[in-house]
């Protein structure tokens, strides 16, 4: 049994607060993301866990056991994958996996098992006698991932795993690290500030800002329901808009400032003339044909103008331009299904349901911001 | 406005015969894996690094011997803070190249980089810090700099000028760069690996593999009708059948796998009994619970990871024939659990037909 359990968790260095009272629980077996951007305090968080700083105050558990501030690393019964590998340059992948055994005075018969073991969970069996230098980037990672499962520990800390990795390696090596904690059963908390790497590996997901966790949830929930602006803005792609209720009856009808049109949302936490902060995921907004007619017949069509078209392969991305200025972007799966080019005046379609609703915010810059 | 040619470039080991024409005011990315080559045509562009033979030349004048100072380029660099110097002001900083206001009166230079950092909507931060601004600020004095550096020519060299940054800012400032470029009408050339990054700011692609320009296109270009199976997979996440053409009809042709099943391409560009690779990117698959599902191009298999990734359902679909299909589409949640067995089907003009490679089909889609 090794949940993890975080309770008010503060750590200040000087007059900077890395972490302002983080609590979280992490179930036995499961893989957990701390997603955040620089200097959220993903990482001191991690470290505060592994006992590579300590916290000013708070409380960890391990299960039911408290663990001390001052206890070490080495006794906490945790491995550690670091971005930058920290692997011995001078000795060969065979020793720099038994390393953390022999220090920690693991006897001879069972460090040559359990190392055996973690190089061929790894795929490393053909490469036991290399030294670093004859290997790949992704070759050293895999060292440190059996280095750090060797020392029989079932709670992995990775800070930026796949951060040093180049883009291609690292779609498959994080499906791969997914796979291997699962199939070892052990927790994992894992450090980033890439969402999608976060959304393909985690079971949950702690989003982090300004030393504070701003929601725990499953990728889906944080895509589907997130809680602030922020989390709407950091996980997936977002339009927003300002606009203030107008009235509320099946749905929540918010006129767009600056004379903009009217759209619809199913939240229903509003009251009239509320001043609010509108969210449509990009992938959400459809683009329909302009026939005058169609208006009539739809109340929920919006008038724009289309302004830029990227191409990316499997879709498009459109600007749109509404009558107030407001530019809203579409990710259309390619080939669209009606024809338009820059220029193109069109309709757009927002499902009530996926138009998402948030206070206005005393500071909208800083909760659009992704720092 | 400056047109760039590079004619026959060679470096011994690393670049064979590059020709690359750069247009004026244009956006061309130079994309391909780690240890292609791209660094190495941007630096020979940039004066830092000389061919073993070829030549360079801007606007039809050869540059090939000219020193990177005498050529009137600016650079942005792949870093964090841009190689800002931390303890200079924006405008310091913006200054700091010293050929570039040499022989103008101090009034004159203050000008001149009022200017630039009105061009980047930074004439209120003057006096400002690296430290204090935001990674799309420091962007914009790195380009102010660089600009100051190219007035000259308006050539721009990027160099992987995103990828220090946090994913979420990165694919902002993509943004961002593009349209600031476009605006000061720079001619702009950029060095990626990241595909995405080039389909979304590039007019033109020059795909580089192994110290070669495998081809040069438009995104759509590059993405609709890829040169060959690496740009194919490079470019975009695709599925590989191999097979043999065994008949041409009014709608495609019919090419046989080794499991005995037929499939229908719309490409009826090789003859009968050519052998063949049919690619399949991955999302143009749909997939099915329905197993007894009436459509061309059926193909079943066993889900064995299913992952729900901003806005997009990946699912990896193991076939009886034993390939790994990768499956992409646009959707709300993950819908498939890991081992369902499903139905997967294609559009015949939505494939794209490549020559059996001669080193084999393993080795033409590495990418790596």
Redesign the interface.
Known sequence: MVDIILDNIKKSFGSVQAVRGVSLKVYDGEYLTLLG??GCGKTTTLRIIAGLEKADSGEIYFGDKKIDFNVPPEERNIGMVFQHFEIFPFLDVWDNVSYSCKVRGVNKDEIEERVSKYIHLVNLDKYVDKFPFELTAPQLQRIGIARALATGAKILLLDEPLGAL????RDEFR?EMRKLVKKLNITAIHVT?????A??ISDRIAVMRKGSILQVGT??DL??KPNAIFVAN????SNFVEGEVKSIDKYTQIKLHGGGPIIFSKNKHFYKRDRVIGSI???FVKIKEFIEENKLKDNNLIEGNINNI??????L?VNIELENGDIIEA?V??PPSIQFEVGSKVYIKLHPENVLLFPYPEDLDYEL??? | MTEIRLENINIKDSLYNINLQINSKEYLTICGPTGAGKTSTLKIIAGLLKPDSGRVYFDGEDMTDKEPEERGIGMVFEHSNYALFPHLTVEKNVGYSPRVLEGKTLKESRQLINYMLELVLLQNRPKAYPHELSGGMKQRVALARAMMASSSTNLILLDEPLSALDAKIRLALRYELMNLVKKLGLTCIHVTQNTEEALMVSDRIAIIHKGQIIQVGTPREIYETPKNLFVCRFISTSNFLEGNIIDIVEKGSYILLSNGKKILVSNKNFPIGSKVVIAIRAENIKISRNKKIETQNVLFGTVETSKFVSGNSIEEVRLTSGELFTLKRHATKAWFKEGEEVAIYFSPDRTLLFPYPKEGLEKAIDVF
């Open positions: 951007p620089s180049d883009q291609r390696y499906v500030h890439d969402q999608d790497e959304m393909m990728p889906g895509y589907i950091f996980i997936g792609e995921r990009k992938e990227a191409f990316l392969g499997s879709h991305r990710k799966t390619y911001a992704l720092e």
